[in-house]
C-alpha cells in the first residue's frame, strides 16, 4: 500500500464532497429563484437537493477520516475538529472545521424539518452559504490542489454562478396581473324633455258639483 495512499483519498474526498455541495447550492437557488417555472414542480426536484446535500456529508467524512489515517501530517481528532488546532496551515484548515460544523447544522435541520419551526428551519437552511463560502476558502488555501488551475478555475466558474442565481433570487418580483373589475351596469337615463300635463276631466251634463256640507 502506497504511503500516500490517504492522502490521496483525502483529496478526493475533499474536492467531491466541495463540488456535491456546489452543485446543491446551486440547485437550490435555482428551486428557489423559480428558474423552473412558477407551476408546482415535481417532488424529484427537490429530493435532488437533498440527494446532493446527503452525498456532500458522506464524502466530508471520507475527506476526515482519510486525512485522520494519514501519516504525513498526523491530524488527530482535536487537529480535525477544533479550529487552529492543527499546526499545518492552521488558519486554512480552521476555515474547514467552522464549514463541517456549519454543514452538520443544516443537514440535521433538514432532516427535522417536520418537527421544526418554518422559521426556524429557514434561519438554519440560510447557512449554507456560510458552508459554501468557507469550504471555499478551505479549499483554495489549503492542500496540494490550490494552485492546480484545473481546480481553481471551476471553482471560480461556480462561484460566479453561486452569486448571479442569489441575485436572481433576490430580485424584486413584478407584480402579478389582476384580472379587471367588472363595469357597472349603467342605469337607466330619465327621458329629457317638457311635461305633458294631462287635460282636465269634463263632467257630465247635468251632473250637480259636491258641497262642502254634503247636501
Not at 492546480?148 to 462561484?159: D, G, K, S
Request: aromatic letters at 10%; a positive charge; one cysteine or more.
Amino acid at each position: 500500500m502506497s504511503a500516500q495512499l490517504w492522502w490521496d483519498v483525502a483529496r478526493a474526498g475533499g474536492l467531491l464532497s466541495w463540488a456535491l455541495l456546489a452543485a446543491s447550492v446551486l440547485w437550490g437557488l435555482a428551486l428557489s429563484s423559480r428558474i423552473f417555472g412558477r407551476r408546482p414542480r415535481p417532488a424529484w426536484l427537490l429530493d435532488v437537493h437533498r440527494y446532493l446535500g446527503g452525498l456532500a456529508v458522506i464524502f466530508v467524512g471520507v475527506h476526515v477520516v482519510a486525512i485522520m489515517l494519514d501519516t504525513y501530517v498526523s491530524f488527530g481528532p482535536a487537529q480535525a475538529f477544533l479550529p487552529f488546532a492543527s499546526t499545518w496551515h492552521p488558519v486554512a484548515v480552521a476555515w474547514g472545521v467552522v464549514a463541517l460544523y456549519l454543514l452538520l447544522a443544516v443537514e440535521l435541520t433538514s432532516l427535522a424539518r417536520r418537527h421544526l419551526p418554518l422559521r426556524i428551519w429557514r434561519r438554519f437552511h440560510y447557512l449554507s452559504f456560510g458552508v459554501f463560502v468557507f469550504s471555499t476558502v478551505h479549499l483554495l488555501t489549503a492542500g496540494t490542489d490550490r494552485t492546480n488551475p484545473v481546480v481553481v478555475l471551476p471553482v471560480i466558474a461556480v462561484c460566479g454562478a453561486v452569486l448571479v442565481l442569489t441575485a436572481l433570487r433576490n430580485a424584486p418580483q413584478p407584480p402579478q396581473p389582476t384580472a379587471p373589475r367588472a363595469a357597472p351596469a349603467p342605469r337607466a337615463r330619465r327621458p329629457v324633455g317638457p311635461t305633458v300635463t294631462p287635460p282636465p276631466r269634463r263632467r257630465a251634463p247635468g251632473a250637480r258639483t259636491p258641497s262642502l256640507t254634503g247636501r
